[in-house]
Each structure stands twice: as structure tokens, then as C-alpha cells.
């Protein structure tokens, strides 16, 4: 056994700052109130169900990993989030749809507690979306420093010891990185003249980070992922990771594409399209808004199946990615992937998947496990980018000069190796050489 890793214990209450109270974000607060009563069970969170094999098969030692390492119960989480609606919990989870109105008047007074303060929003980064409940300021400069207030505030009014901020928000506009994300002081320079680079999740991740507070990016959004933020984060101690989260088809992508590539069975095609009608799907209807998503979706093919190292399986990959906003079907998304396989003497085959899914159901998990591991990784004195939370993205960000891992069986072994890691036990190589010797 290696020496373990110091981890502060995970005394007293935990914030979450959620940025945006939509579908995701109320139906993740909504679960855990419930999961915390007993009243349902915490399906879909690594944190709270799965476990960590620690030593040889033989030894039969496969604790839960909340109890291997030290998490946050979830008894102690305190609430708080912006949005640009005025809508509380209750009201919003209801509007959102997600989880049946008998569940929530079960919570209806924790949830109707929730008010959130008005948000950092313009609408030129989200254009399908406008509301009333937003800050105003002078400067993008000034509107971190409300932030930063806000969350001191709420700091002192719950008597939080920790925090972590989710970004939950909407889909940007897609942007690249530009000299106004190279420095720090460029960053602030652009704030103070409010240039068009610095969006409004941006100025989320800089008040956070300014603030010692782990941030992950559950939208595909340029945000923390720029050189000015990334020494930020590691200046001040704060954990980053993001983003988008992996939900439904590409979850589906990371799955079953490790498989085919595994077996070195050809993909000539991949035609993926999904039907959805929530928030999330109306904001997707606008171009530049599904351009940033469309990037983050259709790189995962290219990272797992490596066309680079084998061409002949994978180099004339056509990969074809659609999103259609359909209202009647709420937060219950529809995907179909039609694939287009080439097997043994150049034979055609063909794999088709017909997913129904429901997407906040599938992200809420994800939201609570990045709370409790960014939390973990706070304790720890870790830092910076987390690539070993990757497993929850589909663009995970990672150090610049690496490609992302998004097979999601590494990403998962990733996860596991660093809270052994953590724990001063021994990787698993699942080499099993030494049941033979």
C-alpha cells in the first residue's frame, strides 16, 4: 500500500450554487431531497451506489465508494442558484415536468425555500431564451463582483463550510478561444470593456474560481476550458472539469463504439438524430446555439475510433448529428443512431438503436456525483483540470498537448484508479498475472 493522500474530513454543510433552475437543475434538487427522506432511490449515481474493488479478486474487498472515501452526505447539502426567471424551486420543477406532481408536494416547502437570484444573462450568447430576473452592472467585471457577493452571502446565511458551482445553464453560442483568454489580465481587461469574448458562463467560472470554488461546466459552452481560467483554477486551488454532460445518444456512443473498435469491425456511417421538447431542445433550434453542441458531440467518434491509427476501418467515417426541437415531447428525448458496419471480407452490416430516454433523469445523478467528487477533490488539495471526472462528459476538458479519453470504460477505470489513488492502494491493471505465477 502507497501512502494515501490527505483528504480534509467533509465536516459541516456543503453548498451547491447551481447556475440556471431549469429542467436539470430542479429535477437533480428535487431527487436528492427525496433520495435524503428515503423516499427513492439514488439510481445513476456512482457517489451514492457504486462501489471500488480495492486489492486481488480473491480478496473479496469491494466497499462503496462513499464509504472508501470520505463524500459528503447528502443530508448536508444547502441549495442555492441563479436563474433568469423568478421562479422558485417548486414552481420551476413544476414547469420543468420531470418528476410527478405527487413526488413533489412531498418536498413542496424545501423546494419553495429556493428563490433564485437574479442571473448573469444577455442574450446574445442565448438567443431563443429572455427573461426579467437579471443583474445589471456597468461592466462584465462588475457583474462577477455581484456574483461573488451573492455567494459570500449565501456563505454566511446557511453557515456553509464548503462550496461547488454547476453550471446547468442553457447552450451558448459556439466560440473558439481568442488573445482576451490567453492571460489572466487579458481576461479581466476584456471584462472591464465588456467584450463580446467574455460570455455569461464565463463570468460564472471566473467568480467562482476567484472565490477558492471547484467548477464544472455540465453545457458544451466555452467556459473555464481557456488558459486565463485554467492558471486561475490552479492559483486558487479549485478543482475544474466539464463538459457537457453525457446523457443520452452520446452516452450510448461511448458505450457500444469501444466495442466495435474493440473487435476491429468497420464503421463506414454513423446517422445519429434525436427529437426533444424541453428548454434545452428549444435553445438547440437556434444555429449558433447547436453548433457549439453539434462540436462537443461529434468529436467523440473521432477520439475513440482513432481513424489516424486505422484508417482502413474508420478513415471514411461519415458521422452525421441532428437535433430537432418537438415540444410535445417534453424533457422525454427520443434517439435514433442508424450504423453502418463493414465486417469480415469487407461485408456490410448494419446496427440500428432506438433510445427513449429522459434527460434530466439521466443528468441529475451526474450533477450530484460532480458535487460530491469535486467536494472530494477540494479536500484533497487537487486543483486545476480533473480529467479523472471525464467519465461524466462528452467533452471532457483536459491539459492542452492531450487528446480527451472518451471511451467511457477507460474514463470509468480513470475514476476508479484515482480514488484508490486517493487512498494509497494499488492501481488496478487487471494485468491477473499474479494468480498464475
Not at 459528503?72 to 417548486?90: K, P, R
Not at 458531440?297 to 441532428?322: A, G, M, N, T
Not at 452490416?349 to 427513449?356: A, E, G
Amino acid at each position: 500500500m502507497k501512502h494515501p493522500v490527505e483528504i480534509a474530513p467533509a465536516s459541516g454543510k456543503l453548498g451547491v450554487l447551481l447556475v440556471g433552475m431549469g429542467a436539470v437543475s430542479t429535477t437533480f434538487i428535487a431527487g436528492t431531497l427525496l433520495i435524503r427522506r428515503g423516499l427513492a432511490p439514488a439510481i445513476g449515481s456512482l457517489a451514492e451506489m457504486g462501489t471500488v474493488r480495492l486489492g486481488k479478486r480473491n480478496e473479496g474487498r469491494s466497499p462503496l465508494i462513499k464509504e472508501f472515501v470520505q463524500l459528503a452526505g447528502l443530508d448536508d447539502l444547502v441549495f442555492g442558484a441563479w436563474d433568469i426567471f423568478e421562479e422558485n424551486g417548486f414552481e420551476a420543477a413544476t414547469t420543468a415536468g420531470v418528476i410527478e406532481p405527487a413526488l413533489l408536494e412531498q418536498i413542496r416547502p424545501e423546494l419553495e425555500a429556493i428563490t433564485p437570484w437574479p442571473a448573469v444573462f444577455d442574450q446574445k450568447y442565448v438567443k431563443r431564451l429572455a427573461g426579467t430576473n437579471v443583474k445589471t452592472g456597468p461592466t462584465k467585471l462588475d457583474l462577477a463582483e455581484q456574483l461573488r457577493d451573492d455567494i459570500r452571502r449565501f456563505k454566511e446565511e446557511h453557515s456553509v463550510e464548503r462550496l461547488v458551482m454547476i453550471w446547468c445553464g442553457s447552450t451558448e453560442i459556439f466560440m473558439t478561444p481568442s488573445d482576451a483568454h490567453q492571460s489572466l489580465e487579458a481576461f479581466e481587461a476584456a471584462m472591464a470593456a465588456n467584450a463580446d469574448e467574455i460570455s455569461s458562463s464565463m463570468v460564472y467560472a471566473y467568480a467562482a474560481l476567484k472565490e477558492g470554488i471547484p467548477y464544472a461546466n455540465a453545457a458544451p459552452n466555452l467556459s473555464a476550458d481557456v488558459p486565463a481560467l485554467d492558471q486561475l483554477a490552479l492559483d486558487m486551488g479549485s478543482p475544474v472539469c466539464g463538459k457537457d454532460l453525457k446523457t443520452g445518444q452520446t452516452l450510448i456512443k461511448t458505450i457500444v463504439a469501444p466495442g466495435l473498435k474493440a473487435r476491429l469491425i468497420g464503421v463506414s456511417g454513423w446517422y445519429s438524430t434525436n427529437i426533444l421538447g424541453n428548454r434545452d431542445g428549444e435553445v438547440l433550434d437556434d444555429p449558433e446555439s447547436f453548433k457549439t453542441k453539434e462540436e462537443s458531440k461529434k468529436s467523440v467518434l473521432d477520439y475513440i475510433l482513432q481513424p489516424d491509427l486505422y484508417p482502413e476501418l474508420y478513415d471514411e467515417l461519415c458521422h452525421v448529428v441532428r437535433i430537432n426541437y418537438y415540444p410535445p415531447r417534453g424533457d422525454n428525448k427520443e434517439g435514433w443512431d442508424n450504423i453502418d458496419l463493414v465486417g469480415w471480407l469487407g461485408y456490410p452490416m448494419q446496427l440500428k438503436i432506438n433510445f427513449l430516454c429522459r434527460d434530466s433523469i439521466l443528468a441529475a445523478p451526474i450533477v450530484l456525483d460532480l458535487v460530491l467528487f469535486l467536494d472530494l477533490a477540494k479536500r484533497a488539495g487537487m486543483s486545476g483540470i480533473q480529467e479523472w471526472l471525464s467519465f461524466y462528459f462528452k467533452s471532457p476538458v483536459h491539459a492542452p498537448g492531450l487528446y480527451p479519453e472518451h471511451d467511457l470504460f477507460i474514463q470509468l477505470m480513470k475514476l476508479k484508479n484515482t480514488l484508490r489513488y486517493m487512498r494509497g492502494e494499488e492501481l488496478i491493471t487487471h494485468l491477473g498475472l499474479e494468480y498464475y505465477d
